[in-house]
């Protein structure tokens, strides 16, 4: 029988140092990126906006991959459902957002 701070001997794979290492230091250069891109002006408006969209994608993914430990997951796959459903939530919420104040005749 497990304590109160075990995973009750399931046999659950947390990643190596050389796992959380790599993953501390992608997030860190996904992170400097973004920002040098807007400090130092390197691009154009949309192309800024395009860098900061795809960082914040690739950071998420890191988030997910490195430290959430979602590809290690055995058997029915809850949480990779509960979070593509919680995205759907969000885009619908979102875009359904935009596009009420797009097609807002009041302003």
Do not use: C
Request: glycine content about 12%; charged content about 10%; proline content about 2%.
């Amino acid at each position: 029988m497990g304590g109160h701070g075990s995973h009750g001997g399931h046999g659950e794979h947390h990643g190596s140092l050389g796992e959380y290492v790599i993953g501390f230091i992608l997030s860190i250069v996904l992170t400097v990126i973004p920002i040098l891109a807007v400090v130092d002006d390197w691009f154009g408006k949309t192309a800024t906006i395009a860098v900061l969209l795809i960082t914040a994608a690739l950071q998420f993914a890191v988030q997910l991959l490195f430290f959430m430990h979602l590809r290690e997951e055995k058997g029915p796959r809850y949480n990779l459902v509960t979070l593509i459903l919680g995205l759907i939530v969000v885009v619908v919420v979102v875009y359904g957002s935009i596009w009420i104040m797009d097609h807002n005749k009041m302003y």
